[in-house]
């Protein structure tokens, strides 16, 4: 495994010199200020590469940039809609940029309007640090009672909605703003940040679009893009919808077991594969993410390691620390091994399957400063190190 992490760029509150204390070797990043849809430059790219390499030195852990996280995928894309082919024709010279540095995977998402989602970021462990959560619940009351949409009926039942009914009455201004906060506005990677109205445009814009509507959207974006991954010795890894539940009413299509078989179905190429994510698989009940992974294992090109604890009502989930939540890592790590040496064994290049932690607890001093929400040091530093314990244990 190529231990990895994620790092937001020049503007990141986390230093290279944080992460090569960490004990990483590999850096996770994207060009976070391009906005989405342009086009990446090959010297966009090389800059970034010597910003990093102007870090190192012949004394300290040299720092590699091995995955770009993410090139986001426009909404007009999604939607197939007014410039997309103008997009995709950008998306195109952007993977060529990247491929000309000589970086080789590239991973991207599919979740309409917002990447992630959770409803509160700063949900307080009984060991007192801060970790995400995603409230079932609170996301009724956000949908109805923020955002004022009126098809609720349709998707959730009287008890859930009579229950979303009496939080709200109980919740104050400060806990509405939290929320919206926590939705609309405070996770890192979103395409953009919204207002309410603008937020509900985009609802209006994915109206008529169903699941088989963006299914055929992603069917079309692969076969413009993989052919030119191929080319360039890329590997597209798609990210799973997080969580990977529908939400505001709208279709999810990299949700489960057959959503995957659709998409490696839709363009046959090794070059069209995906992002394990653990904890993003692992945040529906439904999902077996043994049985995902072991299905799919020779499509996976990039790892995120994340634990959750599915909560009693069986929808919401919180953040646990990696050795703490539903997924077993012993037993998933022992997979990876297993796959990593199949692929040696076949002579495969791309054996070293880069990972990252994904996200890890507030903690300590870091309570005391401004980050990108899961994005913080000590507690991905603290769940890399609980990984590495493991993947020293197995090692042979
Ligand atoms: C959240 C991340 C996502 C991910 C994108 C990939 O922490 O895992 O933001 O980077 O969905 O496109």
Not at 53 to 60: I, P, S
Request: net charge positive; aromatic share 12%.
């Amino acid at each position: 495994m190529q231990l990895s992490f994620r790092w937001y760029g020049p503007k990141d509150s986390v230093s290279l010199s944080d992460i090569r204390q960490s004990n990483a070797e590999y850096i996770v990043t994207s060009l976070h200020q391009i906005p989405t849809g342009n086009k990446w430059k090959k010297d966009d790219v090389q800059k970034r590469i010597n910003y990093i390499k102007n870090n190192n030195n012949r004394y300290n852990v040299n720092l590699k940039w091995n995955v770009v996280e993410s090139i986001p995928v426009h909404n007009n894309i999604k939607l197939r809609k007014d410039n997309y082919k103008k997009l995709i024709d950008n998306y195109k010279d952007s993977i060529v940029s990247v491929a000309d540095n000589k970086i080789k995977t590239v991973c991207y998402n599919f979740m309409p309007i917002i990447d992630w989602t959770r409803t509160q970021l700063d949900y307080r462990l009984p060991t007192e640090g801060l970790a995400l959560r995603f409230n079932f619940i609170q996301f009724i009351i956000f949908e109805k009672y923020i955002l004022k949409l009126k098809n609720l009926d349709n998707r959730y039942n009287d008890s859930q909605l009579a229950l979303a009914k009496k939080y709200y009455k109980t919740m104050r201004k400060k806990d509405f703003d939290n929320l919206k906060f926590s939705i609309m506005g405070g996770l890192p990677a979103a395409e953009s940040k919204y207002t309410v109205r603008e937020f509900n445009k985009m609802l209006d814009e994915y109206n008529d679009i169903d699941k088989e509507g963006l299914r055929s959207n992603l069917k079309y974006f692969l076969s413009e893009i993989i052919p030119v991954a191929e080319e360039k010795k890329i590997k597209m890894a798609i990210h799973p919808d997080d969580p990977p539940i529908p939400l505001f009413g709208l279709p999810r299509i990299v949700s489960d077991l057959e959503d995957y078989k659709y998409i490696f179905k839709s363009y046959l190429s090794e070059n069209n594969g995906m992002t394990f994510c653990a904890g993003s698989l692992g945040s529906s009940i439904k999902n077996n993410i043994y049985d995902i992974f072991n299905r799919f294992k020779e499509k996976i090109y990039f790892i995120h390691l994340r634990n959750v604890k599915i909560e009693k009502d069986k929808k919401s989930f919180y953040e646990t620390n990696h050795l703490k939540g539903d997924i077993n890592f012993v037993k998933l790590i022992k997979m990876i091994f297993k796959e990593e040496k199949r692929r040696k064994e076949t002579n495969l290049k791309y054996y070293n399957i880069p990972m990252r932690p994904d996200h890890g607890h507030c903690l300590l001093d870091d309570q005391k400063k401004t980050f990108n929400p899961g994005y913080s040091v000590i507690g991905r530093m603290m769940g890399l190190s609980e990984l590495r314990g493991i993947i020293k244990s197995l090692e042979n």
